[in-house]
């Protein structure tokens, strides 16, 4: 039988949150400015074999079977190498799970249901068991998988999602507490509800990152950017950011800003049916837990 107050405390926490996370996307983030730099994107499996560290990429393909495009722009590449070489001077590996994402990419990610259902279930457990509006879901999902391109850093080519491993056993992942695209009470960088160690590693990870010039994003414990608005917001930089959402060529890597980067890349209409999909696959696998 579960424990209404520990219950309690984790739908308050998740709640919190997820609404800060809404807040930092659209009131600061959303209006932002933006100098794009125009600078390429560079392949990080090329920087890493020139550099001579120890780099884990995600291999599986990406939503609807792209590819992933595991790129950064051309003046985080040193950044990159440096964190990836002081992990490996800590004995772990850093493990790049996902990077630029197209336009494509980004809208279906945000409705893919490996994704989606878990955001559901949790909201659904947030509200009570009540199904929640596509507007609802929409702000829940927004704090999760970037719903509009001007806040999606992934599009911009400035962000990596990743996880760590160790380098003397690189089947195994250091503890953050649960593992990449977790989406619980448990996600947000800071949370409560993992152990000591797990924090402890976060923090590691985090400061680490931050070193070489890569900034956490508060409300997911595997993503970190730079140059974009989110460090430029959570630096209190006052510049623009240098690094927008962008298209790219990926035979010459150079970029184009993307047209209208402020609108959502999922209608209301479309949540609607992707939550409308999630609850027949929860009825077809015996109802939610």
Same mark, same amino acid.
């Given at each position: 039988m579960s424990?209404?107050? /520990?219950?309690? /405390?984790r739908r308050?926490?998740? /709640?919190d949150q997820?609404?800060?996370?809404w ?6 983030v959303?209006?932002?400015? *933006?100098?794009?730099?125009?600078e390429p994107l560079?392949?990080l499996q090329?920087a890493?074999?020139?550099?001579e *560290?120890v780099v884990?990429?995600?291999g599986r +393909?990406?939503?609807r ?5 595991h ?5 985080q590449i040193?950044?990159?190498?440096a ?5 490996n001077?800590r ?21 893919e ?5 878990a *955001? ?5 457990w947030?509200l009570?068991?009540?199904?929640p509006t596509?507007?609802?879901?929409f702000r829940?999902c ?7 391109p ?8 400035s962000a990596?999602d990743?996880s760590?491993m ?10 953050r507490?649960a593992?990449?695209?977790e ?8 949370s409560p509800f ?6 402890r590693?976060?923090?590691?990870i985090s400061?680490?990152?931050?070193r070489?010039?890569f900034?956490?994003?508060p409300?997911e414990?595997w993503?970190y950017?730079s140059g974009?608005?989110y460090?430029q ?5 006052g510049? +623009?950011?240098?690094?927008g ?5 990926p035979?010459t ?5 993307l047209?209208?980067p402020e609108?959502p ?10 939550i ?5 696959r929860?009825?077809?696998a015996g109802?939610t837990?």
């Amino acid at each position: 039988m579960s424990n209404p107050d /520990t219950d309690a /405390t984790r739908r308050a926490y998740w /709640t919190d949150q997820l609404e800060a996370a809404w807040r930092f996307m659209f009131e600061a983030v959303l209006p932002y400015p *933006v100098a794009e730099c125009g600078e390429p994107l560079v392949s990080l499996q090329e920087a890493a074999a020139q550099a001579e *560290v120890v780099v884990q990429f995600a291999g599986r +393909p990406h939503v609807r079977g792209l590819p992933r495009r595991h790129v950064l722009r051309d003046g985080q590449i040193p950044g990159f190498i440096a964190a990836a070489a002081e992990m490996n001077e800590r004995g772990w590996i850093l493990r790049v799970e996902d990077g630029y994402r197209t336009p494509e990419m980004q809208k279906y990610l945000g409705r893919e249901p490996q994704v989606f259902d878990a *955001v559901l279930q949790r909201v659904m457990w947030e509200l009570g068991g009540q199904t929640p509006t596509p507007e609802f879901m929409f702000r829940r999902c927004s704090a999760l998988v970037a719903s509009v391109p001007k806040f999606g850093t992934h599009m911009s080519g400035s962000a990596i999602d990743i996880s760590v491993m160790h380098l003397a056993d690189p089947q195994r992942e250091l503890d953050r507490g649960a593992p990449y695209l977790e989406m619980s009470e448990r996600t947000p960088m800071d949370s409560p509800f993992v152990s000591a160690e797990a924090r402890r590693n976060r923090q590691e990870i985090s400061a680490l990152m931050q070193r070489h010039g890569f900034l956490a994003y508060p409300w997911e414990f595997w993503h970190y950017s730079s140059g974009d608005a989110y460090e430029q917001v959570l630096m209190k930089s006052g510049r +623009p950011a240098i690094y927008g959402a962008v298209s790219f060529d990926p035979q010459t890597l150079q970029v184009t800003p993307l047209a209208q980067p402020e609108q959502p890349l999922n209608s209301f209409d479309e949540i609607r049916a992707a939550i409308d999909a999630a609850l027949a696959r929860q009825a077809a696998a015996g109802g939610t837990r």
